[in-house]
T-cell receptor
Framework: GENVEQHPSTLSVQEGDSAVIKCTYSDSASNYFPWYKQELGKGPQLIIDIRSNVGEKKDQRIAVTLNKTAKHFSLHITETQPEDSAVYFC???????????????FGKGTHLIIQP | GAGVSQTPSNKVTEKGKYVELRCDPISGHTALYWYRQSLGQGPEFLIYFQGTGAADDSGLPNDRFFAVRPEGSVSTLKIQRTERGDSAVYLC?????????????????FGPGTRLTVL
């Protein structure tokens, strides 16, 4: 089955600086790669996702890049703000032959700390 | 609109007891997923429903775990003879997949979870 590795486990950056979180996956059949933000006591919230037919996607201060050959994808957050502090998870899944998606395989998470 | 809701938000039970956890998906979402999240870990997939049927239950850890979705909307995760190792946050997610090869309907939206504590 799919295996997703995520690093670093903890990342501390100064407010206003950029943060980068990296993930690798093992199953070349995976074609959907979402990123979730989870705050304490809450469920994961989707912040951005990318599918295997594109290499990069951007939404305001957040961007994700995908390298299918190397089987890795990264989350980039620019101009970090205190409210960006949370745990971030990457995930991967495949698409079923009849449509719909498999269950997601998650990384272990990155605790992002924004220092004021 | 309303998101995924889960009840109860917290459940404390004793070892050996039976528990039921409920998930109300986003209205109209046909796909429903259950995950389990242990402290400090990412969510782990348990089971996936497409409509009323379990399309993939490969993540259920053993036969003490069972889930149903009899009318294709609300789902219940059932755990028999609970053990202390079952303590975790149980998350539910739904997805708007409609079938027929409609693209890009695989985004999963998560609920707040049920924190289960087995004493």
């Amino acid at each position: 089955g799919e295996n997703v590795e995520q690093h670093p486990s903890t990342l501390s950056v100064q407010e206003g600086d950029s943060a980068v979180i990296k993930c690798t996956y093992s199953d070349s059949a995976s074609n959907y790669f979402p990123w979730y933000k989870q705050e304490l006591g809450k469920g994961p919230q989707l912040i951005i996702d990318i599918r295997s037919n594109v290499g990069e996607k951007k939404d305001q201060r957040i961007a994700v890049t995908l390298n299918k050959t190397a089987k890795h994808f990264s989350l980039h957050i620019t101009e970090t703000q205190p409210e960006d502090s949370a745990v971030y998870f990457c995930a991967a899944s495949g698409t079923r032959s009849g449509g719909g998606a498999d269950g997601l395989t998650f990384g272990k998470g990155t605790h992002l700390i924004i220092q004021p | 609109g309303a998101g995924v809701s889960q009840t109860p938000s917290n459940k404390v039970t004793e070892k050996g007891k039976y528990v039921e956890l409920r998930c109300d998906p986003i209205s109209g979402h046909t796909a429903l997923y259950w995950y389990r999240q242990s402290l400090g870990q990412g969510p782990e997939f348990l089971i996936y429903f497409q409509g009323t049927g379990a399309a993939d239950d490969s993540g259920l850890p053993n036969d003490r775990f069972f889930a149903v979705r009899p009318e294709g909307s609300v789902s219940t995760l059932k755990i028999q003879r609970t053990e202390r190792g079952d303590s975790a946050v149980y998350l539910c997610a739904s997805s708007p997949y409609q079938g027929g090869g409609v693209p890009y309907t695989d985004t999963q939206y998560f609920g707040p979870g049920t924190r289960l504590t087995v004493l």
